[in-house]
């Protein structure tokens, strides 16, 4: 039995995601069932015009391989699309995709979420409190932003993050051993499942210059990363050998094992310690992964794009990429299209 298909929000109908979605899942429908979620006559459109065999549905798990799945949620008129800017309207329509993805995900429908960009401009000004799309999904399975992690995925760097979306001179005070527990152990798991090398080598990153000199430029590497560590220490397969555990390691020194392969994920304390190694390292081919959630998500990890929407020149890799390693991560088979 074919199994159930990849549920494609495609964003932000005036960015690049409709333009990627369709034509990274055209890549590979060959060997897979892939849905997209947005305005399937708008979508349905754009597939014939590059030749892509398109059916409009009405239920998810009626896709079929060879031909890509649309499912409509709502309509997009041609001035959102053209203005190539966030609207109300548009947030309204790539909010409404994502919902209805996670519903049908959650009802057994589909068996991965794959998210195009949306824009979080957008969706406020439709009304919407939206922090973003990592969160809206933890709400929506019922869980706390704290029980899911959000990561960075890629060829030479896989990256989580213990703490997100906050100031930088809130950082320290957010970051505790629970949530250093919770990261680690989620990149864990999502690297068991993803890569086939093992051991696997995994770096817990410092927060503060050096690691904290022992205590010489700040106390939270002693204070919450070493109890956590402790803790971490009896984890299943870490204590089975199938990950090398190290921490904490200067910043500076874990992303460079990481980006000369010495070491296969690193937990990074907040947001742009990560990010910013993510996009030097793995720009247009990192898979931004949700993981806690009961189904597995993946995303691109890079914006709207407008610019790149006007112009005519929106680039499909990174939304290959999100596609791919939910296969992966799925249990099926990495393809790229063709026979081989």
């Known amino acids: 039995m074919s199994p159930l298909p990849l549920l494609v929000p495609v964003g932000d109908p005036a ?10 899942a055209a890549r590979l429908i060959a060997r897979d069932r892939i849905v997209l979620l947005g305005d399937a006559g708008a979508l349905q459109e754009v597939a014939a015009s590059r030749g892509v065999r398109a059916t409009r549905l009405t239920r998810a798990e009626d896709a079929r391989t060879g031909e890509l799945g649309l499912l409509h949620v709502a309509q997009w008129n041609a001035s959102m699309v053209s203005s190539h800017a966030p609207s109300a309207g548009g947030g309204e329509a790539q909010l409404r995709a994502l919902d209805e993805a996670i519903t049908l995900v959650l009802a057994g429908s589909g068996r991965a979420v794959v998210t195009g960009p949306t824009s979080k401009e957008a969706i406020v000004s439709a009304g919407h409190a939206f922090v973003g799309q990592t969160e809206r999904l933890a709400q929506r399975a019922g869980l706390r932003d704290d029980d899911v992690t959000m990561m960075f995925l ?17 950082v320290p005070s957010e970051i505790s051993v629970p949530r250093v527990v919770r990261a680690t152990r989620h990149l864990v798991e999502a690297l068991l499942r993803a890569e086939s090398l093992r051991p696997l080598r995994v770096l817990v990153a410092g927060l503060n210059p050096h690691a904290g000199e022992h205590g010489l430029f700040g106390r939270e590497e002693l ?19 199938e ?12 992303f460079r094992f990481a980006s000369s392969g010495h070491a296969h994920g690193v937990v990074a304390m907040y947001h742009d310690q990560a990010t ?7 720009w247009g081919s990192a898979v931004n992964v949700t993981w806690g959630l009961p189904f597995v998500r993946t995303s691109v990890d890079h914006g709207v794009a407008y610019d790149a929407a006007r112009d005519g020149t929106a680039d ?11 296969q992966r991560l799925t249990r099926v088979a990495r393809v790229s299209g063709g026979e081989g």
Do not use: Q, Y
Request: aromatic share 0%; net charge negative.
């Open 316 to 326: 499909d890799e990174g939304m290959l990429a999100a596609l791919e390693m939910a």
């Open 276 to 282: 910013i190694a993510s996009k030097l390292l793995d």
């Open 223 to 241: 204070d919450t990363l070493a109890p956590a560590l402790r803790e971490l220490a009896e984890l299943p397969a870490v204590r089975a050998g």
């Open 154 to 170: 890629g060829p030479r760097l896989r990256v989580a993050l213990v703490t997100t979306h906050l100031a930088l001179a809130d």
């Open 15 to 24: 960015g690049v995601g409709p333009s990627v979605a369709l034509t990274a």
């Open 243 to 254: 990950v090398l555990l190290e921490g904490p390691v200067p910043a500076e020194a874990a």
